[in-house]
């Protein structure tokens, strides 16, 4: 029966709610420290934050193509638990989902309007245009799934493969044997969890600030500090509720009814938008994301401060997250081949992400820039990004339904996110986690869901969309040294198959 394991729990634990109540006692020195220390990150190590998640892509077409792409995971024997479907709307429903929603629409603008220096573009043209959606492309699509598939398999491969303990640490069997010792196990396991809980509280905010978007637009409900909160508690009291289902209750009828949701509101907008211009833009986004990937994936001879408040902000985002997701996407991926998990990891989730960009990126580029049907870049500037795709999906049919069809998709996509999440975190911070007692104490799910929660809240109250962007870099800094020792630990493997696969 699993119990708390006090040396993961405690702190990070600790540690969050002493920032969150020095943040409320002395919420302007609180920030000024949190800047100050993103900052110094940013300045220090954006490089490393660029150069590493190009690895992490190239190491993924690497492993693809690659004799240990016909491994097994769980054996030669193992039985999968969930069909192909599940796994495609868990994986889609549990990354990056409440991350399309939020900034498809509002993100293209900021890059339309300010691109940034170096590389020659004049703002509000058409090489601005093409350069905003190519950036869509560049931030939602193979790289970020890249990071997460290479963190999740190899946790995989660790704890069904190699039969290795369900912990962070595992991760990092080929480098140590085995013999990393429970006391490094546990920090590293407590450090992620801190990162996740950060990388989390950056998600929710977005999603927060969305459904409040929502609110104002319906309900006429304005966006205060008290409405924020109470948001925050209805989405942490719904994603711990399905959390204590289960994995086979809750997550995967959210995923189920969330992808649905997903697809429809994509094929509306690809209708009755400006369906005839979308292909001809996606095909010039996607050809200058193609010519320009590997300069722009390592932010070469572009401005650097934008680099760092957009491409790094997102590699970081994504990395705090990528510890504590890699237990729950290598968990579900028993039964399943290497290619497999590559496929529905990063590939179709990839796939996905690129057409819901050109739909909703290029329908907002559109109306904008080329057709001016609606002033979007005046919304997100007067109103904020969260009102952006309510402000698109007013130039459309039945902008009410949709609008409100919206609001309940993003409510459902961070609920599904944090569903798995929580599970995870709640998993790694007890003892005796197995393949047979896969689940966590209840009051554990409580406790890191209401932290996750109430952090979301102080800094999108005290600092708005830039207190997003400082909780996912200060997250994403340790995670991704873990991340990087993990795919060394991976080359390693496919260097050497015999001496760990037997």
Request: include cysteine.
């Amino acid at each position: 029966m699993p119990k708390i394991n006090l040396s993961v729990f405690l702190p990070p634990a600790i540690l969050l709610i002493l920032c969150m109540g020095y943040s409320l006692i002395d919420p302007a020195d609180f920030l000024i420290k949190v800047k100050s220390a993103n900052d110094w990150i940013l300045y220090h190590f954006g490089w490393l934050f660029s150069s590493g998640t190009l690895l992490f892509f190239l190491l993924c077409i690497w492993i693809y193509f690659s004799p240990l792409a016909k491994l097994r995971i769980g054996g030669n024997d193992a039985k999968p638990i969930l069909t192909r479907w599940e796994w495609f709307s868990i994986t889609l429903c549990t990354t990056i989902a409440i991350g399309i929603l939020f900034w498809a629409t509002a993100e293209p603008l900021y890059h339309l309007h300010t691109p940034p220096g170096g590389i020659g573009l004049k703002a509000n043209s058409a090489e601005a245009a093409r350069f905003a959606l190519s950036t869509m492309f560049l931030h939602w699509t193979f790289t970020p799934y890249s990071i997460y598939t290479v963190a999740g398999l190899m946790f995989a491969i660790a704890y069904y493969n190699l039969k290795q303990p369900f912990s962070l640490g595992s991760m990092l069997f080929p480098l140590t044997g085995g013999n990393i010792g429970k006391g490094w196990s546990n920090a590293i396991d407590a450090v992620c969890l801190y990162s996740l809980v950060a990388g989390m509280a950056a998600s929710l905010g977005a999603g927060i600030l969305t459904v409040a978007g929502g609110m104002e637009r319906f309900f006429g409900v304005k966006d205060t500090p008290m409405l924020l909160l109470l948001i925050a508690l209805v989405i942490v009291a719904s994603f711990i509720i399905s959390a204590i289902t289960g994995l086979f209750n809750g997550i995967r009828i959210l995923s189920n009814i969330n992808t649905y949701a997903f697809f429809v509101l994509a094929l509306f907008v690809l209708v009755f938008g400006p369906t005839k211009y979308l292909f001809q833009y996606g095909f010039e986004g996607m050809s200058d994301y193609a010519t320009t990937f590997f300069p722009r994936s390592l932010s070469l001879k572009i401005d650097k401060s934008w680099a760092d408040s957009w491409t790094v902000f997102y590699w970081a985002n994504w990395l705090a997250w990528t510890p504590v997701t890699a237990l729950f996407l290598g968990r579900v991926a028993i039964g399943y081949t290497v290619r497999d998990f590559i496929n529905y990891n990063l590939v179709l989730p990839s796939l996905f992400s690129i057409v819901w960009m050109v739909i909703f990126s290029g329908s907002a580029i559109h109306m904008d820039f080329v057709a001016h049907t609606a002033n979007l870049y005046g919304t997100l500037q007067n109103q904020g990004p969260e009102n952006v795709i309510y402000a698109v999906l007013d130039q459309l049919p039945l902008p009410e339904i949709t609008g409100l069809a919206f609001l309940g998709t993003a409510f459902l996509s961070y609920v599904a996110g944090a569903d798995a999440n929580t599970s995870a975190m709640s998993s790694l911070s007890s003892t005796g986690i197995s393949p047979e007692s896969p689940e966590a104490a209840v009051w554990i799910k409580i406790v890191w869901g209401t932290l996750v929660g109430l952090i979301a809240w102080v800094m999108i109250a005290n600092a708005g969309i830039e207190g997003i962007k400082m909780a996912s870099t200060l997250g994403g800094f340790p995670a991704l040294f873990l991340v990087l020792a993990v795919a060394l630990g991976l080359v390693k493997i496919l260097l050497w198959p015999k001496a760990y696969l037997k």
